[in-house]
Each structure stands twice: as C-alpha cells, then as structure tokens.
C-alpha cells in the first residue's frame, strides 16, 4: 500500500501573510489534497528576533479563513531544539562539524556573489591551523558551526522545474547548520522537522531551489527519507524581484479590500498562475477538480496584477 501523502505549510511568522504565501500554502494544499493526504503546519520562528507572536496568531487565521486547512499541528521551531541538537551530534560525531569565525563581511569580502547568486564559502575556517583556531577563540565570540562537504553531484527531479544538479563543493562549500547566535540553522531544522513529521510532499517558492541539494545531503547523512520537491515559480512585483511584505498591494489586508472574498483572492491568484483557467471566484475545494501541476512547468516567475 502507498503510504499517504503529508504535505506542509511552513511559514515564517515575520509579517502577515502576502499573495506569494497564499499562493505557495495554496499549492502545497492542492498537491496533498489532490492525493488524499494530510497537511501539517509548521511555525518555523527559528529567528527569535524577527518571529512575532501576533504573527504567529495572524497566520493560523489567515489559513483558516483562506479555507486552507491543516491536518497536524501547529508545530513549533522554537520547541525543536533537542532534537536539532541529536542531529548536530550525529553529523559532528562523523567528524564532519567544525567551527567557523567568519563574520557576514569576512564572507563578502572573500567572494561577492553577482545578484542572486548564491555565496560559495570558501573553505576558511576548515584550513585553520591550531595556533590560528585559538587566536580567533580567544576573541570571545562564539562561532557558527558548518557542515563539510565534498565533490559530489546531488541530483533530484523536480515536479515543477525538472532535473537539479548541484555539486555541493563547487556550488555551495561547506554550509551553516548552527549560527553564531547558537541558533540551529534553516537547513538542518527544516530536514528534521520535515522527517520527524511525516512530510513527503515540499511545495515552496523556487528561490529555495537551490537550498534542496543540501538538504538532500543533510538527509543522506542522517538517515532520514527524500521527500517529493516541487518547486513553484515566485510571484514578482517586476522582473526578478519577488514580492515581500513590503508590497502592500499583495499584503492580505489590500487583497481583501480589492477582492472581498476569500474565493475571490483564491480565483485570482490560481488564474495568474495558471492553475485554473479564469480569475473567477473558487474556494480551495473548488481548485482541486481542475488541478494539475502541469501549468507551472519549467516556469520560475509570474508577475503579480
Ligand atoms: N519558512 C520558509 C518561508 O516562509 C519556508 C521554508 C521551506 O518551505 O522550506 O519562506
């Protein structure tokens, strides 16, 4: 018997919720509820800083209201840190974990990434000498902890943007699981939550494309399942730049103002993308009769109107 499938809502409670994150919470819904599955949502506030409790509250009525309903949870980052820190321990106890002191500037300084690229990390603090690890200890900052790579291809076949190859060595360098702050990193706390919640089924902007090879990696060292990718275009205010919070005409508040209904910002948002074929008013039910990830094929963006 297949086992079912578990697809997720995982936002970043920083703001209220914007047409891009309706439109990805959207799909993910589609895809599980297309195949008989089950949601689970996830509070990811691993940034103490920026996640907010009003947001936190904010996003669970905005899912409710937009009829986007979940099966499981809400789950927290900010309960997780046990088992982030068994998976730290797994991987630093294959001797792949090392301290890393580079600040944000020393990286930039190293290699500055054309816009949009992504920052290769060059290795600095995996060559250090003994004599220079206990210079940059005697600081007093504590460091990041990054995970060792290798040369090698990590490959896997998208449902919406196809065949994504990385070498994580040529591509990536060795990356952050633990912040300087202490705060486990995005990429760790995403493969064990997703694993420890039964996720089988990732729906998220294709900005996080090329975050997938490492997860991949993460899941290859821990043990721990692939669940299926898809990776949907990002919604952009113009030309390669996706909308945020700061675009006040995609926030939820405006589109309730221009749409009045939940249906009616549902219709439109899954017209402009190519999910249904009118703008008209749908409910999330509505959307599945017609739903097909084939629309979305190989696209990266669409422009908001
Ligand atoms: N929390 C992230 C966001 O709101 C999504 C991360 C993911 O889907 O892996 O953009």
Known sequence: MESKVVGRFAPSPT???????IYAALV??????????DIVLRIEDLDRERSKPRFIDAVQRDFEMLGLTWDRGPFFQHDRDDAYAEAFRTLADKGLVYPCYCTRADLHAASAPHRGEKLVYPGTCRHLSAEERTAREASGRKPASRLMVDDEEISFLDAVQGRYTQNLERDCGDFLIRRSDQAFAYQLAVVVDDAAQGVTSVVRGVDL??????????????????PEYAHIPLLVAEENRRLSKRDHDASLETLLARFKTPEAILGHIAGITGLAPTCDPASADELLSCFSLDALHGRIQVKWE
């Open 28 to 37: 993910a819904w589609l895809v599980a509820k297309s195949q008989g599955g």
């Open 15 to 21: 703001g209220r919720m914007h047409a891009g994150n």
């Open 209 to 226: 494309l090329c975050s997938t090879p490492q997860q991949i990696y993460l899941q290859n060292l821990l043990g721990l399942p692939h």
